[in-house]
């Protein structure tokens, strides 16, 4: 038996007064990705923000396997532009707990920041303005910000909406390296259904009357996904991925 | 790559360079227009000296902690806590004088400020994280009932008008070397924990959610950075007045965010700019019989003209 990433025990998620979601109760075992897949204000968003502890749930629990970091990566920048950080300071708050009180930085986080700037190909400088840069360089920096802390868990809230078909390629590539080199596991929201159902191992399906979740191949079906989304779409096998075509 | 991160670091040379010129430009128009008074003020230096050490330790604060009023999209919020400070200040009058003393220029009244303060800012993040109001509600409810309340109470104390005067627009021949003392004590103190702590304010200010996933505690922190925009805003109002205080926490840090490459950049820029204006007030004013306060606020909006000029080029 594989060690557990998540264990969620009858989760209920949403605001106070609205829960967007049906109890949930699962088990995830570590070194897999999950999508989490649903129509627009199916509660996505708040499903991953929950498991951040950014908001309390509104009934039941979740745990975190033992000794998982996390690093997140948001839907949008949550930066306002009122702050003149560069792409070092972003690196830095990635970074932050391994830093110096009384050094302004470190050998060791130029060669993390060095390692982390190459994977994610950005060729901006250290100190351009974040706030100056175009949506995919922010995004790629609010990625290579997350990898700074070397999680062992990622959380990315539709991080991939502005990046460049190859670039995401790579991302997937190194994503799938890492879950196998170094148990890495990471939870995805992605609204493109088949930029994600490809590329994660476990889905949790949010619909308007059910929640299903588990293994990818026992949640994705034509049927299943009908329901959630509210639509008829057509789902087939192309080169050994699954398409989905809404009709 | 890792070489960029070793010397690409950009410099505000320039900006410092072209704002002290603007210095010395007005301390040379003060001297053309006003010789003699000006000659005068360079032999009163025993006179001055204190209240300006004060005006520019204040400005210093200012520079600094207005730069998290704006960041933080909170700037109303200092005229809110100046005047909550000076409800207080003005409570301790009104009850010191029940007991039949003077508290002009006791640390009591400073204290009583204070808690008065302290209390302003936290209902304020308390009512900011319910999300049941809009700020800007809060903000203005407490300013105008402090300001109600400190005009009502001046009415009753002795110290009257003149109290109110010196609480909107400070006094600045009544610096003394024990408020100075207490001014520059708890000046290094916020500035000490701003460097100590200069990642945990800055991003937790810039991206608190993403902090609070990584694992740091932001309200702890935030708290902290609050009490010292609460402290420094009190002490500095207590010295120079509520509405230099507010001028000084607005120009500064909006010359120095117009166009700064960097949040180092931001803060130096905005310590000098802040730290200069002050003492320039004081000089306007003894030149020209001004009254403080307004003096100061008028050297800020010179400094605001000097900044149209830089984006200009």
């Known amino acids: 038996m594989s060690e557990t990433l998540l264990t969620l025990d009858h989760l209920v998620i949403g605001y106070p007064g609205r829960s967007l979601s049906a109890p949930l109760a699962l088990q995830i075992p570590v070194g897999v990705g999950v999508g989490v897949i649903g129509a627009n204000g199916s509660g996505k968003s708040t499903l991953v923000k929950t498991l951040a502890g950014l908001i309390p749930p509104l009934s039941g629990s979740y745990q975190w396997g033992a000794g998982a970091h996390f690093g997140y990566v948001p839907q949008e920048d949550q930066i306002s532009p009122l702050f003149p950080l560069t792409v070092r300071d972003l690196l830095k708050m990635g970074y932050h707990r391994s830093l110096s009180r009384l050094k302004p930085s470190s050998q060791d986080f130029v060669a993390a920041a060095t390692e982390v700037l190459e994977q994610m190909q950005i060729s901006t400088l250290p100190d351009d303005l974040f706030r100056e840069l175009s949506r995919g360089q922010r995004q790629r920096i609010l990625i290579a910000r997350a990898l700074m802390g070397h999680p062992s868990v990622l959380l990315l809230d539709e991080p991939y909406s502005a990046l460049d078909d190859s670039f995401r390629g790579k991302l997937w590539e190194s994503f799938a390296e890492w879950k196998v080199r170094k148990n890495f596991s990471y939870v995805i929201i992605e609204h493109d259904l088949n930029r994600v159902i490809n590329q994660v191992d476990w889905v949790i399906l949010l619909g308007p009357k059910e929640t299903l979740f588990g293994p990818k191949a026992q949640v994705i079906t034509q049927e299943s996904l009908s329901r959630a989304y509210g639509a008829k779409l057509h789902l087939h096998e192309e080169d050994g991925e699954i398409q989905v075509h809404f009709l | ?313």
């Not at chain 2, 010395?24 to 001055?48: M, Q, T």
């Not at chain 2, 009415?155 to 005067?165: F, L, T, V």
């Not at chain 2, 922190?221 to 926490?249: D, E, Q, R």
């Open chain 2, 1 to 313: 790559m890792a070489l960029n991160f070793i010397c690409t670091r950009r410099t505000v040379r320039y900006r410092f360079i072209f704002y002290s010129l603007w210095t010395l430009l007005f301390i040379g128009l003060g001297w053309v227009s006003n010789r003699e008074e000006a000659a005068h003020f360079v032999g009163a230096v025993g006179l001055w000296y204190e209240p300006v050490l004060a005006g520019l330790v204040c400005g210093l604060l200012a520079g600094l902690l207005g730069l998290y009023m704006i960041w933080k999209r909170i700037v109303f919020v200092s005229l809110a806590i100046t005047q909550g400070a000076g409800f207080g200040i003005f409570l301790s009058f009104l009850m010191a004088s029940f007991w039949g003393v003077s508290l002009e220029h006791s640390p009591l009244s400073f204290l009583a400020g204070l808690a008065m303060a302290i209390a302003t800012t936290f209902l304020f993040v308390s009512f900011r994280r319910s999300k049941k109001y809009a700020d800007e509600v809060l903000v203005g409810l407490i300013y105008v009932i402090s300001s109600g309340l400190i005009v009502l109470i001046g009415d009753r104390i002795a110290e009257g008008k003149h109290a109110i005067d010196n609480l909107l627009f400070g006094n600045a021949v009544a610096v003394t070397s024990d408020s100075l003392g207490l001014l520059v004590a708890i000046a290094a103190v916020i500035f000490a924990l701003h460097w100590l702590f200069r990642r945990e304010f800055l991003y937790s200010s810039a991206d608190t959610e993403f902090m609070q996933v990584s694992g740091v505690r932001v309200d702890a922190w935030l708290t902290l950075l609050y009490l010292t925009l609460t402290i420094g805003i009190t002490i500095s109002m207590k010295t120079l007045g509520s509405l230099p205080v507010f001028a000084l926490m607005v120009i500064p840090p909006f010359i120095a965010l117009k166009k700064a490459k960097s949040p180092v950049e931001a803060v130096l820029l905005s310590v000098f700019v802040g730290g200069v204006i002050p003492p320039l007030g004081y000089y306007f004013s003894f030149l020209y019989s001004f009254p403080t306060g307004a003096s100061m606020i008028l050297a800020g909006f010179l400094f605001l003209m000097a900044s149209w000029l830089e984006s200009a080029f």
